[in-house]
């Protein structure tokens, strides 16, 4: 009896000891495979991060090549038209200059010739002129091309704007807000001041459709237009939105109240400006592509 019962408890703790062995090597086996699949899972995610990462820098990076390969274009085109205005220009001026001397010493007791004579001095005058206003254009596009950081560009745009006009100031937006930032040419205590966006009607609609808009002459003008903005009639004033990326950052006021005589070459003037404002915003936008980049690591 002793016997038998000495046998079943051995048999027990045999069996018990080998139930706890399997035991431990499960355990120890689906710790392993628990271990081996989060490692995969690991190296999957790992994997596919990079993946991605490496899809994005590579997206960026064509869309900067992109970006640049197009203002590229762009000036180049601006330089190579500005030249050729430049050259014309300068050869109509030649010419018009030698046949007055030609006139001159042809005629020079005539009356109807020296009246000849003044007229095409008068032409070369203003042609003159025009070739120093082209002059004057191409090296603000120049300046802006120059500029290195933000501020830069939008100092040089401000004075490049104010060698066509008479007043220039350049408003930032800050919010529902503009603030005067750079201003030229308006005696004391009648420049801009802070403006909220929404109470002027021009301001809000050149910000809100990003368009260039004309001042209109102080007989019609609305209310809502601040005082810096008022223009006597035969003068010029155009508001000019500085877009980067899809939205307007500045906002560029020009006219050319105080000249010493009304300008028949109002409309070129402006779309002179209306070129700076562009170009500025061009370079803002690729200063800003190229700025971000770098913050990336691109």
């Known amino acids: 009896m002793t016997t038998s019962m000495t046998m079943e408890h051995r048999l027990r703790e045999t069996v ?4 706890a062995r399997v035991r431990r090597d499960l ?4 710790q392993g495979l628990t271990t081996d699949l989060l490692r995969i899972g690991t190296e999957n995610q790992e994997y596919w991060r990079s993946t991605l990462e ?3 820098i590579d997206a960026r990076q064509d869309a900067e090549r992109g970006f640049k390969a197009r203002l590229e274009a762009l000036r180049s085109e601006l330089t190579r038209e500005m030249e050729m205005h430049l050259a014309t220009e300068r050869s109509q001026l030649q010419a018009a200059t030698r046949a007055a001397m030609q006139a001159t010493q042809a005629a020079a007791d005539a009356a109807s010739t ?5 007229a095409r001095f008068e032409k070369g005058d203003a042609r003159e002129a025009r070739v120093d206003t082209l002059e004057r254009l191409l090296g603000a596009v120049r300046r802006i091309d120059d500029s290195t950081s933000l501020t830069g560009i939008l100092e040089t745009l401000a004075q490049g704007a104010a060698t066509q006009a008479s007043r220039v100031t350049l408003m930032l937006v800050d919010g529902d807000a503009l603030k005067p930032w750079v201003t030229h040419g308006f005696a004391a205590g009648q420049g801009p001041r802070e403006i909220t966006i929404g109470t002027s009607g021009m301001l809000t609609a050149t910000v809100a459709l990003k368009q260039t808009s004309f001042v209109k002459p102080m007989v019609a003008r609305e209310i809502s237009t601040p005082g810096f903005m008022q223009v006597p009639v035969g003068h010029t004033g155009l508001v000019v939105p500085v877009v980067v990326g899809g939205e307007v950052v500045a906002v560029l006021y020009a006219d050319d109240v105080g000249a010493a005589e009304v300008r028949e070459d109002a409309p070129v003037w402006a779309e002179e400006v209306d070129l700076l404002v562009r170009h500025a915003a061009i370079r803002l936008e690729n200063l800003t592509s190229v700025r971000t980049a770098e913050a990336f690591g691109a």
């Open 16 to 19: 018990d000891a080998f139930v």
């Open 27 to 30: 355990d120890a086996h689906v």
């Open 54 to 56: 490496r899809a994005v």
């Open 114 to 118: 020296a009246q000849a004579q003044a």
